[in-house]
């Protein structure tokens, strides 16, 4: 059953009242039903299991039946650093990424992206990005829905990287430890961060700001893979490595 993520706003005492974009989806395309038992949760460390009690046009409305918290975090955070890609590309890897747990996706506006936001188009894409992700994490029931990151140059996303963040990097034809073997901090205040290139490829100026930065180059085998498929396979290897998937 998915989460439904709701503002704590929403949330008093032993009742939840939905409103907003979330009411019309509950009511309209969903049509929730008066006796229904839903999952909500607050988008941090609380779901709540509640019964419907009321179906208006102004508010779904439930009794709370149960609480639960968040588990405790055993693992580093996961944050991916996606090139843009064009089309729909983005929009998958964007979903399919949450669905796999990643905590932050950060899009990269890389030299060879095809793709070059707009500065009047930003606040729109953000927003949309933003509810693909939300959709995601209520659907495969993830405790928190992870943040999209404005869109920052290579070099800018290199800067501010903190100390306790391994930042690794996939680029084709480039050598590499191989991403099933690379040493990987275990502390969960920790990060990963994996980098992907565009479907051009990084730049030269890229490569070479990675290796100053301390940037360890990582390899997913010989074959050359597309953007979008190199970020999720990634994705999936790390979260089997630090056991939280298969």
């Known amino acids: 059953m998915p989460v439904f993520f709701v503002s704590p706003a929403c949330i008093e005492q032993s009742t939840i009242s939905v409103t907003g974009e979330m009411l019309t989806h ?44 968040k ?16 089309g729909e590309k983005m929009d998958w890897v964007i979903q399919k990424a949450t669905e796999l747990g990643a905590d932050e996706l950060i899009p990269i506006e890389s030299r060879h992206s095809v793709v070059q936001l707009k500065a009047d188009r930003v606040d729109h894409q953000l927003s949309r990005w933003q509810r693909i992700a939300l959709e995601a994490a209520q659907q495969s029931e993830q405790w928190r829905v992870p943040t999209i990151a404005m869109p920052q140059s290579f070099s800018t996303l290199l800067i ?42 990084w730049s030269h100026e890229e490569l070479a700001m990675a290796d100053q930065a301390e940037v360890q180059p990582i390899t997913l085998g010989p074959h050359i893979l597309r953007s979008e498929t190199a970020a999720i396979a990634a994705i999936c290897i790390l979260q089997s490595r630090l056991g939280k998937l298969g």
């Not at 580093?76 to 090139?83: A, C, D, E, F, W």
Request: cysteine-free.
């Open 71 to 86: 588990p405790p975090r055993h693992t580093p955070h996961l944050i991916l650093g996606q090139s843009l890609l064009k």
């Open 26 to 69: 509950l009511r309209d395309s969903l049509r929730t039903t008066i006796g229904e038992t839903l999952w909500f949760g607050d988008g941090q460390s609380t779901r709540y299991r509640t019964e419907i009690t009321d179906v208006s046009k102004r508010a779904v409305t439930g009794r709370i039946l149960e609480t639960i918290q």
């Open 160 to 201: 501010p990287r903190a100390t306790s963040t391994i930042a690794l990097m996939l680029a084709e034809r480039r050598e590499g430890k191989s991403l099933q073997t690379i040493e990987l901090p275990q502390d969960p205040m920790s990060s990963v961060l994996i980098l992907i290139g565009p479907e051009g490829g």
